[in-house]
């Protein structure tokens, strides 16, 4: 008899199961319109001509040809409260950093909360405020939302999905790095994960979950990026090898370059876990020509001291580590168990 | 000691309790930007002064001030598979159905997954098969998503989440219903709720889940209603007192009119739930001006041959049932338990 197929964990983790069971289900969607970016972190629809848009009393133009686009994201994190932040905060400023990450200026966030019957009105309460905070502090408004409850024991406390709608002139493509182009990372990565790591080992450690928008940042920087891609589930391992297979590149990363503090470095070799598989929340790795390198990363230091060139482009494919004595070893797409709910 | 306050079970089932939740969290969320009806089935974002959008070929223009609409409902139905229909129709005919009845034209839906690892994927793709059926049949796309699974036991089976973005000329209010207008129902109600319940307690009937689209019935009509609602969760008790609220109306249905079957009444006295409670995924509550009654009427019995006439609406508050024998009886906001994850 034949084994009867199963949505393994693996499928969740953000590695090379779950892009097969994304590409799985995108076969059975057949219906595709005019839209483009399927694959990516958000969708994008042409507008045309012209569309304005009034926010806060202002009147916002955008060109000819702008874009819509339009993003989701469900959480599932445990522990849901974490050092740096909650499930809250990370439902909006991973749906925010997907539309900045398309080059998106974020117009509306929609809130779909799933809440296990029992769950404490104070935990509700700080999470809201949480969402609410990130929104008073972007100006992201969260503009509609559904709310449902559910018997104990059928959800793990509370599950929240958002989605996002953003315009932009420009979408920033996670396939177009070139040869000579410098690879950079907005700060240490893999913070997220190691905060959460911690919060369930009960490992001491003063890190933080680095989850953050990077709205800011992306308007800052992000007409001179070639690529770029938050590296949440999956880690950096996975959106290198996206930025790579999609731009038919490859990329060669420093080891004296390695954007880890010393504690994810640790807390990645106690757990056997790759660190480069380790989830950010508020980072993002991109590409930009060698000509505006310098004042790109000196614009990104004004965010976060720690951003850095990580590495360069060249020609080829795959995504690979030099270390400092010389040898190259592959950074492969994470495969097999990782760590289930990090975000 | 002052009690712990927990979310209920009550809070998810559509009814007051509902919206107590609702309010207690919209009051917490304060960032608003230009967006309209937010307490609405989608929010509104005028667009300003003209979109035109591409899509399957064709150039679709819209006027002076049209309307972005944005949405989103999550999904927890148990069972999952059903008489009539499955969580992943139910999940694009429900936000399909949110942009209807605001007047919208729908542009795309994203998908957010929650799978239960060991979730076999013959039924995935049964749930995929029909999102994609309904995505085939309507001509519109999903564009993005997510997909996360949990550990077993951490949610029950499968939780779908989906947004939509439409975009409307003329956005339908729920408050919008006038003294002298007929309330016209597009079919018998509550035949979503009598399927799963059915289903759950093995109770033999014929009748099947009503869900299905409601984008034809509401483009052919959709300019002469002066309010439209569809019975979800808390069934038509809640959309009328939601209308009659909103619009500053007294609603009153005749009793011998009532859209009901003979089964949807039969299982909601066996079960002791009132059948105004009772949810449709496919069918709508809307006012007409009694000179266009008989019009739309005509019309919308050529979807569904039990659409009729089933009150009026007088100055005044409240809705209420005038029996056959001239008795009046008031039809409160549903309270209460109600039904669980019925949609």
Chains 1, 2 share one sequence.
Not at 46 to 62: C, N
Not at 129 to 136: A, G, L, Q
Not at 303 to 317: D, L, P, S, V, Y
Request: hydrophobic share 40%; net charge positive; charged share 30%.
């Amino acid at each position: 008899m034949k084994e009867k197929e199963v949505v393994t964990i693996e499928a969740g983790a953000g590695g090379e199961k779950s892009s097969e069971l994304i590409s799985e289900i995108r076969k059975i969607l057949k219906v595709k319109g005019a839209w483009k970016n399927l694959d990516d972190d958000g969708a994008v629809l042409d507008l045309a001509p012209t569309l304005s848009l009034k926010r806060r009393g202002r009147t916002m133009k955008f060109g000819q040809m702008s874009k819509l686009v339009f993003t989701t994201d469900a959480f599932i994190v445990d522990p849901i409260f974490f050092p740096g932040g909650d499930i809250g905060k990370i439902a909006m400023t991973g749906t925010i950093n997907d539309l900045a990450m398309m080059g998106a200026k974020p117009l509306g966030i929609s809130l779909s909360l799933v809440i296990e019957e029992g769950f404490p009105k104070e935990d509700l309460r700080k999470i809201l405020s949480s969402i609410n905070k990130v929104s008073e502090e972007t100006g992201v408004p969260i503009v509609t939302g559904d709310t449902k409850v559910t018997e104990k024991g059928k959800i793990d406390k509370i599950e929240i999905t958002t989605a996002g709608i953003g315009v932009a002139e420009r979408v920033i493509e996670s396939g177009g790095a070139k040869p000579g182009d410098v690879v950079i990372a907005s700060g240490d990565l893999g913070e997220h994960a190691v905060a959460l790591l911690a919060a369930r080992f009960n490992y001491q450690t003063k890190i933080k979950s680095d989850c953050k928008t990077l709205e800011k940042e992306i308007r800052a920087v992000g007409k001179y990026l070639t690529s770029a891609k938050d590296p949440t589930r999956g880690g950096s391992a996975a959106v290198l090898n996206e930025i790579a297979e999609k731009s038919k590149v490859k990329i060669v990363l420093e080891e004296n370059k390695l954007p880890f503090k010393k504690d994810t470095i640790a807390i990645s070799e106690l757990l056997g876990i790759d660190k480069f598989s380790f989830p950010s929340e508020g980072r993002f790795v991109g590409t930009v020509s060698e000509k505006n390198a310098g004042r790109i990363l000196k614009i990104l230091t004004k965010f976060n001291k720690e951003a850095k060139i990580i590495g360069r482009i060249e020609k080829g494919k795959g995504v690979f580590l030099k270390t400092n004595l010389g040898a190259v070893k592959k950074i492969e797409v994470p495969r097999g168990k990782l760590i289930p709910r990090i975000c």
